[in-house]
Each structure stands twice: as C-alpha cells, then as structure tokens.
C-alpha cells in the first residue's frame, strides 16, 4: 500500500470496497491511514466486518497520537518502509496464530 498519507491509495481502496473482505489485518494502525483511523474502523464494524491491529502500542491523548503519526509519515518518508511483502507475511502469519 501506498503512504497512509495520500488518499489515492487503490489498493487500499480495493480492500475496503471488497464485502469479502471481513477482516483487515495491519501490523500497526498507522498503515492503514495516518489520521482518522477509528473512521475507519468504525465504518467496517457497521458494515459488519472488523480491523485487527497486530501491534496496538496506542497512545491515548490525542494530540499526542496525531504528532506521532505526523512523525512517523515524515520518518517512514526519509529513511524507507523496508521490505511490505516481508510484512504482509508476518502480520499473515500472526493472524493465523491467534
């Protein structure tokens, strides 16, 4: 997927449109979209499907959770995301476990 950022992200948009899809799986909830998130989510559950997020380390304030994910777009920018298929993979995996 593309930065959480840009909202001309179609595979995102794919996903989310697909009824098929009952569960959307994240490693962390700012990959799925940087602000806004509980949009989101609450938009699947009324649509009787549900987001998982592999790694919730929330923060509650919000102020704090928005310059947190401000920071990480501008991080995720500089210094790259690594490899998406590798952790595709082990968020797959992880559902799988549990």
């Known amino acids: 997927m593309a930065s959480g950022m840009n909202g001309s992200r179609s595979k995102a948009r794919r996903l989310l449109a697909d009824p098929k899809v009952t569960t959307v799986v994240v490693e962390h909830r700012d ?12 938009a ?5 499907r549900r987001l998982v997020v592999l790694d919730d380390g929330e923060v509650e304030d919000d102020l704090v959770r928005d310059m947190v994910e401000v920071l990480t777009s501008f991080c995720a920018r500089r210094y790259g995301r690594g490899s998406a ?3 595709a993979r082990k968020a797959l995996e992880a559902a799988e476990r549990g």
């Open 31 to 42: 990959r799925l979209g940087r602000m806004d998130t509980d949009l989101i989510e609450a």
């Open 85 to 87: 298929k590798s952790r």
């Open 44 to 48: 699947l559950e009324a649509s009787g």
